[in-house]
């Protein structure tokens, strides 16, 4: 009476909610190919906000609901479709909807089930890709293993294999931590495809779970933090009132962030008096040697300028590198000729009256001739 009762509930659901004319039909784009013979969940790809109502979950035709009894191979358990366990011939499509009184959307899924390769402990089909940088350590992480925690939240013990074979778990070289694999000082014999096995009991019975993954390795990059080309930490005569752009340029890759700084706040504070433009010049034969180049536009020099230096700082993840340049007056030829102890040669001071520069010289070579 109890079964019955809640059959009726159910399809009184179905009819209330589900008009067909008025569900919004998709696909999941993800096909999730898992190993027969073994225990499987799905869950329905839905985002916060299209958690509008009840999940009811169909079978390929899109029509037939999916049986709730837990007691049947696939089932449908709270919002979850389970294989108990899964079977090729479960291969195919299946819906979920979601719904209310002025919505509905239906989500169309593949499923794939495949049995293990010949002599091989999983298939190839069924392969989660992982890649883990050398040197240093890493961790590969059984994936999908979420739907199959115990009534205290917890993961399932899990038994490690690579290529097939019993995985030792010294805690030395490999450490099991949940369902993550933790490998230390990582190489290329690291390479290979691991398996996690674990175990699910499902109304008193013990049902398989394992996942295949292939292990690549790769060769950390030995990024370098931005080498800034110029400036190189100088000086520059400028006069007040006068117009200039300063120029950062910077060697590295494109993704470097540069920008300039003066008294310890970013140019955006002194705008319209200083502006920044960037240029990215990309360097077709090796990325890692293009150029950032930040202009700086100082529409007026002022005499506060003076007071600090300009910074240009450009950083990646690997580290940061600054270069300034100090603004300062022109210095006087008299001041000059006052520390230094000699005497300059200053057109339209140190020329004789009524004479070309023209005669001047001649006049000199002539004294620098005689005998």
Known sequence: MKVLFRLVCFIAL???????????????????????????ARSCPLILSEH?????????????PVSTERDSRIHQHKDKLWFVPAEVEDSGYYYCAVSNSTYCLKTKIAAEFVQHEPNLCYNSQAVFTQRLLIPGDGQLVCPYLDFFRDENNELPQIQWYKDCKPLLLDNINFVGITNKLIITNVTT??????TCHASYAHLGKQYHVTRAIKLI????????????????????????????QLICNVTGQLSNFVYWR?????????????????????????????????????TAVESKFFLHPFICLAKNTEGRSTAYIQLIHPVLPEVLEKQCGYKLFISGRDDYVGESMYAVEKALWRLLMKP
């Open 14 to 40: 179905l009819t209330s909610s589900l008009e067909a004319d008025k569900c919004v039909e998709r696909e999941e784009e993800v096909i999730l190919v898992s190993s027969a013979h073994e225990i499987d």
């Open 262 to 298: 003066w008294n310890g706040s970013g140019i955006k504070e002194y705008e319209p008096m200083m502006m920044e433009e960037f240029t990215y010049v990309q360097n077709p034969l090796n990325k890692r040697k293009s150029a950032v180049i930040a202009r700086l536009n100082i």
């Open 52 to 64: 509008k109502g009840p999940i009811i979950w169909y079978k390929n035709d899109s029509k037939t």
């Open 189 to 194: 014999a690291h390479n290979g495809h691991y």
């Open 217 to 244: 390795t790769l060769v950390k990059s030995r990024n370098k933090r931005p080498e800034i080309v110029s400036p190189a930490n100088e000086t520059i005569e400028v006069v007040l009132g006068s117009w200039l």
